[in-house]
Nanobody, 122 residues
Framework: QVQLMESGGGSVQAGGSLRLSCIASTSRENTYCMAWFRQGPGQTREAVAIINRDGSTTYADSVKGRFTISKDNAKKTLYLQMNSLKPEDAAMYYC????????????????WGQGTQVTVSS
C-alpha cells in the first residue's frame, strides 16, 4: 500500500506562484510513474503533469510553459511548481502514483492522495 500526502495549496493572486508537494510512503516511488491531477467545481478530473520513472515528463497543453513537475527520490517527494497562475487553474490538486513506470493521461492510477486546494483570484 502506498500513501500519498499533498501540501502547498493555498490562495494566490493571478500571476502568482505556488509549489505543491506530495510525500510518498513507499521506498519504491522511484520506480513508479507519478502525476498531478486537478478537478475544479463541476469539472472532470484532468491530468496536469506526469513524470515517469526515467524522469520524462508530459504536461497538459493548458499548463505547458507555466508548470513544472519534478521529484526528489531521496526525499520521496513529488513537486509541482506552478507559475503565472490563472483563475482557471483554481482546483483541488491531487497527487497520484502507479506501479507502472511509464504512464499517460489515460492511465488508471492506483494510488491517490487526498488533495490540496488551490485558489486563484483575479
Amino acid at each position: 500500500q502506498v500513501q500519498l500526502m499533498e501540501s502547498g495549496g493555498g490562495s494566490v493572486q493571478a500571476g502568482g506562484s505556488l509549489r505543491l508537494s506530495c510525500i510518498a510512503s513507499t521506498s519504491r516511488e522511484n520506480t513508479y510513474c507519478m502525476a498531478w491531477f486537478r478537478q475544479g467545481p463541476g469539472q472532470t478530473r484532468e491530468a496536469v503533469a506526469i513524470i515517469n520513472r526515467d524522469g520524462s515528463t508530459t504536461y497538459a497543453d493548458s499548463v505547458k510553459g507555466r508548470f513544472t513537475i519534478s521529484k526528489d527520490n531521496a526525499k520521496k517527494t513529488l513537486y509541482l511548481q506552478m507559475n503565472s497562475l490563472k483563475p482557471e487553474d483554481a482546483a483541488m490538486y491531487y497527487c497520484a502514483a502507479d506501479v507502472y513506470g511509464y504512464c499517460h493521461a489515460g492511465t488508471a492510477f492506483t494510488y491517490w492522495g487526498q488533495g490540496t486546494q488551490v485558489t486563484v483570484s483575479s
